[in-house]
C-alpha cells in the first residue's frame, strides 16, 4: 500500500496503529508531529557484535565480569514472590540460549508478572554480580523481542527508544520505519556553508533510526556522526535564525533619546570613587552610544566578580536621571536590593536623596510613601525587588530598567516592568561570567559588554581545599585573621539537616554550635533565607560595622555583600555548589587592603573544586561550571528561557552555535531565501517566532 508524502510538519497522527492512548502519550511527551517524532532519537544502540553468550559469562577471581553485559535469551522459567526481611517483591527470571543461562532479579517491580511470559526472547543490558546461586543481574534494563507483528533485528545496530506510557519502543520504532518512509521535504533552506559535506535532513534521519553496519558505535553513542552535526545544525540555525529576526526587529523600534552633553558628563565624573578601568570606560560607552541612538537599548552586561558591574550600572541609571528621566534597577532579593542601596549613596552622595528602595517587607506607610515618589518623579533612581512588578507602582518617567540576574525572572515579570515605562532602555547584568556559548543562547538577542579587567588594588585570593579530616586547619587559619581583627564568612548548604546517602549533611544549626565551641569569644551572626526580612537586615548590618565577626550564612550572601574587612570565608560541604557559585562567593573576601583567604571544605568531588584552587579567572570557572552540569543547571535554577534542543549540545556544540549565529546575522541581512521563509512559516508556531510576511 503506498501512502501520499507527507511534510514534516503533518501531525503525527497520520500514522497507523496510533489509538486515543498512545496518541495521549506521545501528545504528553510533545511529540505532535512528524518532526517531533523523528527528532526525537534514540536513546541508545546495541551492537550485535557486542552480544554476549551466556555461556561466556564468568567470574574472575572472586568478582564477576566487570562492565556493563548485553546478551539475547529466552525466558525458560518466571517466578514471583515476596522477601522475608523487607517485605518486597521479587521477580526471578531464569534466561537461556544454547550456551547457558543467567538469573534475573528485579525488587518491587510487580507488574513484570504481567508483561513477562515464560517463551519471551528478551535483549537484556546490566552489570553481572555474584548472587547465592551464581552469577545474576539485578535490576537489568530489557527490551522484548520478535513478538507478532514486531520489527526484527536484521542489522547490526539495534536502535533503542524509550517507552512512553502504554507506547513500547518497539512500536516507537515501526512509527518511525513509517513516517521515515512518508516523510517528504521541500528545497534544503540551510546555507550553503552550513550544509556543506552533511547528509540531507531525511538521510541523516535514516541514518540515525536505521544505522548501517558500517557505522561507527562511539560516534553513534556520542552523538558526533555527521548526521547528528546535520540535525544539531539545523536547531542551532533555526534558533540563530528566530533570534536574528527578533533582534532586527528591535531594531527598528524607535527608542528615547537620552541627551548628553559636557555638562553631564561632569556631573557624571563626580560620582566617580576612582578611576575607571578600560572595560568599564569602553562598556559606558557602548550604554551611551545605545542611549542617544534612538533605538531601544536591550544589552547585557557581564564581567568577572568584582569588575565594577555596579558602578557602570549607577553611571548609566545616573545619565538618564540627570536628564529628566527615571532608571530602575531590578533585583532579585531584599538583601541585594539593600546592598546595592548602600553602594548607590556612598556614589551619590548628596544626590542620594532622589534614590528610593521599594521592597515587598515595607510597612503600608512606608511603602506607600516611596510610591508617591516614585510616581512623581521626585524618585530618580529606583532600586526594588518584586514589587516593582505590582499594580500600584507607576512612574513618572520611566527610561531605563537595570535587571540584576536577569534569570531569575519569568518573562511575564519582566513585561509587567516594561509596561509600566512604555518602551525602556533596558540593560542586563549578570552575576558571574557566562560561557559564550550559553549567552548566545540565552540573551542571543541582546547586544553584549564584556568587563574583562578588574579595579585596581584588588588583593589575590588564595584558595584551598581541605578534606573533612582537616578542617581543623581552616578553623586555624579564621583563628588567626580573627586574631588580626578582621572578620570571616562561614557558608553552610543547608538550613534542615538532611542524610542523603552515606553522606551525613551538617546544617546551619549545626555549624553554628560548632563555630560557637571553636570559637567562644567572639560575636556571631547567622543568616538565611526564612529569616523576616527586617531580621536579616539587621543582622547583616552587625556584620558590616564589625559588631560582629563571624557571618554564618546560606548562599543569601552570594551576590552584593561588601564588607572589606572579611579576608576569609569557609565553605562547609563545598561539594554542594557549582564553580559559579563558589566562584561568586568568593568574590566576598578580598574587597580591603589585606590579603584574603577562601576555604573549601569537602571529601568528594576534589578533582572538580581543585579548579577553583588552580584559577581565580572566572570566565574560565564558568566554562568548566557549563561542562560539568551542563546548561539547564548552570545557573544553579532550571532557566525556563533556555533554549530545549533535542539533538544539538551547547557545550558539545559551542563552536557550532557561533557559526550558526554569524550564518544567521548575514541571511537576515541579505533576504531569506525563499526555501527559508517557507520553513519558518511552517514552523512558526513550534519556534515561538512571529510568522514572515
Not at 533582534?247 to 541627551?259: D, E, I, S, T, Y
Not at 499594580?391 to 509587567?416: C, N
Not at 557558608?491 to 553522606?503: L, M, N, Q, Y
Not at 527586617?534 to 558590616?544: K, Q, T, Y
Amino acid at each position: 500500500m503506498s501512502f501520499a508524502p507527507l511534510p514534516l510538519s503533518s501531525k503525527v497522527t497520520v500514522l497507523r496503529g496510533l489509538g486515543p492512548a498512545r496518541a495521549a502519550a506521545l501528545q504528553e511527551a510533545g511529540i505532535d508531529s512528524l518532526r517531533d517524532l523523528l527528532w526525537s532519537l534514540p536513546y541508545r544502540y546495541v551492537d550485535r557484535g557486542s552480544l554476549r553468550p551466556l555461556g561466556s559469562l564468568e567470574m574472575r577471581g572472586f568478582e564477576a565480569d566487570p562492565g556493563l553485559v548485553t546478551v539475547l535469551g529466552t525466558i525458560q522459567d518466571l517466578r514471583q514472590s515476596t522477601t522475608h526481611v523487607q517485605r518486597m517483591a521479587l521477580t526471578e527470571v531464569l534466561l537461556a540460549d544454547e550456551t547457558g543461562s543467567l538469573r534475573l532479579v528485579w525488587f518491587n517491580q510487580p507488574y513484570l508478572g504481567r508483561s513477562l511470559k515464560v517463551g519471551d526472547r528478551l535483549l537484556v543490558f546490566g552489570n553481572l554480580f555474584l548472587g547465592r546461586h551464581g552469577l545474576e543481574m539485578r535490576g537489568p534494563q530489557f527490551e522484548l523481542m520478535e513478538r507478532s507483528g514486531d520489527i526484527g533485528w536484521v542489522s547490526r545496530y539495534l536502535p533503542l527508544y524509550r517507552r512512553l506510557g502504554p507506547l513500547t519502543g518497539r512500536v516507537r520504532q515501526k512509527l518511525v520505519v513509517e513516517a521515515l518512509g512518508r516523510a517528504h521535504l521541500g528545497e534544503d533552506w540551510l546555507p550553503l556553508d552550513l550544509s556543506q559535506d552533511l547528509p540531507d535532513t531525511l538521510t541523516a534521519l535514516r541514518l540515525l533510526h536505521e544505522p548501517p553496519d558500517s557505522s561507527e558505535a562511539q560516534a553513534l553513542e556520542e552523538g558526533t556522526t555527521p548526521a547528528h552535526r546535520r540535525l544539531a545544525t539545523e536547531e542551532l540555525f533555526a534558533f540563530s535564525l528566530g533570534v536574528a529576526l527578533r533582534r532586527a526587529g528591535r531594531l527598528k523600534r524607535r527608542g528615547l533619546v537620552v541627551p548628553t552633553s559636557p555638562e553631564l558628563r561632569e556631573r557624571l565624573r563626580a560620582f566617580l570613587p576612582f578611576r575607571l578601568t578600560g572595560a568599564q570606560r569602553r562598556s559606558f560607552k557602548e550604554i551611551v552610544d545605545d542611549l542617544t541612538s534612538g533605538r531601544v537599548m536591550n544589552r547585557l552586561l557581564q564581567g568577572d566578580v568584582g569588575s565594577g558591574k555596579t558602578l557602570v550600572a549607577l553611571l548609566s541609571m545616573a545619565m538618564v536621571a540627570e536628564t529628566g528621566g527615571q532608571g530602575a534597577l531590578l533585583v532579585p532579593t531584599e538583601v541585594l536590593a539593600r546592598q546595592h542601596a548602600a553602594s548607590f549613596q556612598r556614589y551619590l552622595g548628596a544626590d542620594a536623596e532622589a534614590m528610593q528602595l521599594l521592597l515587598g517587607g515595607m510597612r503600608a506607610a512606608e511603602k506607600r510613601a516611596a510610591l508617591a515618589r516614585i510616581a512623581s518623579g521626585e524618585a530618580r533612581y529606583v532600586i526594588g525587588t518584586h514589587a516593582l512588578f505590582q499594580e500600584a507602582v507607576a512612574f513618572h518617567r520611566l527610561q531605563l530598567v537595570v535587571v540584576d540576574e536577569q534569570h531569575r525572572f519569568g518573562v511575564k515579570q519582566r513585561e509587567a516592568l516594561k509596561e509600566k515605562g512604555g518602551d525602556p532602555h533596558w540593560l542586563v547584568m549578570s552575576a558571574t561570567p557566562i560561557p559564550r556559548s550559553l549567552a548566545l543562547a540565552v540573551f542571543g538577542d541582546l547586544d553584549q559588554s564584556v568587563l574583562d579587567e578588574l579595579p585596581p588594588g584588588r588583593q589575590p585570593i588564595t584558595s584551598r581545599l581541605f578534606k573533612p579530616d582537616l578542617a581543623e586547619r581552616a578553623w586555624e587559619l579564621v583563628r588567626r585573621e580573627l586574631a588580626e581583627g578582621r572578620q570571616a564568612f562561614v557558608v553552610s548548604p543547608s538550613i534542615d539537616p538532611s542524610d542523603e546517602g552515606k553522606v551525613q549533611l551538617r546544617d546551619i544549626q549545626a555549624m553554628e554550635a560548632l563555630l560557637r565551641a571553636i570559637f567562644p569569644d567572639e560575636a556571631l551572626e547567622v543568616v538565611h533565607g526564612r529569616l523576616k526580612a527586617d531580621d536579616m537586615a539587621a543582622r547583616m548590618a552587625r556584620f558590616v560595622s564589625g559588631e560582629a565577626r563571624i557571618l554564618l550564612a546560606t548562599t543569601v550572601i552570594e551576590v552584593g555583600v561588601d564588607v572589606p574587612n572579611a579576608t576569609v570565608m569557609v565553605v562547609d560541604h563545598a561539594e554542594r555548589f557549582g564553580l559559579s557559585q563558589l566562584h561568586q562567593l568568593r568574590g566576598r573576601v578580598g574587597r580591603g587592603a589585606h590579603r584574603s583567604h577562601f576555604l573549601m571544605i569537602s571529601g568528594s568531588e576534589t578533582e572538580r573544586l581543585q579548579t577553583l584552587v588552580e584559577t581565580q579567572d572566572g570566565f574560565r570557572i564558568a566554562q568548566r561550571d557549563l561542562e560539568l552540569r551542563g546548561p539547564g543547571e548552570f545557573f544553579g535554577v532550571r532557566q525556563a528561557g533556555l533554549p530545549q534542543f533535542q539533538v544539538a549540545d551547547l557545550v558539545r556544540d559551542r563552536t557550532l552555535l557561533l557559526r550558526c549565529r554569524e550564518a544567521a546575522d548575514r541571511a537576515v541581512a541579505q533576504g531569506l531565501s525563499e526555501a527559508q521563509r517557507d520553513w519558518l512559516n511552517r514552523e512558526h508556531a513550534r519556534l515561538k517566532l512571529a510568522e514572515i510576511s
